[in-house]
């Protein structure tokens, strides 16, 4: 596995691997990997011929009163976790390298932004989106792979690349969990043993949605209002939003007859929990 920190090389490497007639699949998490992000590795693995990690806590993404210092960092440990995953490329830029200039462009993808996560967290995916057009520009033709744990994020960097007409296929990932249902987070490290247990109100939250659309609930505010109350249930949590939304538009639909995606988060403490199940009407 290569380590490679200047955003040319990458290009470059990459470009040389697609010349010798190999698939290139991309990987871009923030970083201090856990088995959610392994499992796009994995993935990535089994689809393409060379495997591109890019490691980089991306600071457009972080409000100003957000955690972007708290955030857990271990690059040591994240090489050798990418290169046991298998892992041709670690992509691991300083943000001077990565942000010589301060960027005056941005990519805003508005429909699916303003909502939900970028009600919470003004500017977060807008954040997201202008890192991830860089690392599509750098890394040219290949698979991208992205995890249904940030829902939001998925639908909306799909519809960039289309828009942006990026050589890049978006894979969705199914949302890897603890044996207790808990979705694998960096910031999960950050809860007490309490708070740890408090946040399982979350899935469980979407297990009770889940359960009453598929068995022929149609009115979307039953069903929010139901894993709300799970949620408010928690002492420990504090809601930000249960919401059941159209899989691809993230509309809210007037009534439910088909798939539709459910998502919950909540704050555990200073911890954002954030999770979502598909269901379909029967
Ligand atoms: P981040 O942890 O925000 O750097 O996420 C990097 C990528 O890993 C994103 O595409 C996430 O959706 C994905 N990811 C994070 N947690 C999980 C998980 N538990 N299961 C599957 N993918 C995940």
Redesign the pocket.
């Known amino acids: 596995m290569q380590v490679i920190d200047s955003g040319a090389t990458f290009a470059k490497t990459l470009d040389s691997e697609r010349q010798a007639g190999h698939g290139v699949g991309l990987v871009?998490?923030?970083?201090y990997l856990h088995q959610?992000?392994l499992?796009?590795i994995e993935r990535a693995r089994q689809e393409c011929d060379v495997v591109a990690v890019t490691i980089f806590v991306n600071p457009l993404q972080f409000g100003p009163t957000e955690d972007l210092d708290l955030y857990p960092r271990d690059i040591d440990g994240d090489l050798s976790k990418a290169r046991s995953a298998g892992a041709h490329y670690v992509f691991a830029p300083s943000e001077a390298e990565m942000y010589a200039r301060p960027p005056m462009t941005e990519v805003s993808v508005a429909p699916l932004e303003g909502v939900l996560e970028g009600q919470v967290r003004p500017g977060h995916l807008v954040g997201v989106a202008t890192v991830v057009a860089k690392l599509f520009a750098m890394a040219g033709r290949c698979r991208a792979y992205?995890?249904?744990?940030?829902y939001q994020?998925?639908v909306m960097l799909r519809r960039m690349a289309s828009d942006l007409s990026f050589p890049v296929e978006v894979v969705g990932?199914?949302?890897?969990?603890q044996s207790d249902g808990l979705?694998?987070?960096?910031r999960n490290v950050r809860l007490d043993s309490l708070e740890r247990r408090a946040a399982c109100v979350v899935q469980e939250a979407l297990a009770v949605g889940r359960s009453l659309v598929i068995s022929g609930e149609r009115r979307p505010g039953t069903v929010s209002r139901a894993m709300a109350a799970v949620v408010s249930a928690e002492p420990a949590a504090s809601l930000d939003y249960a919401v059941v939304v159209d899989p691809e538009t993230l509309g809210g639909p007037s009534e439910i007859t088909g798939p539709v995606r459910l998502l919950v988060a909540a704050r555990i403490g200073d911890v954002r929990i954030i999770d979502n199940v598909g269901a379909e009407a029967p």
């Open positions: 871009p998490p923030m970083g959610g992000h499992s796009l992205f995890g249904e744990k940030d994020q998925l990932c199914p949302t890897v969990r979705a694998l987070s960096s």
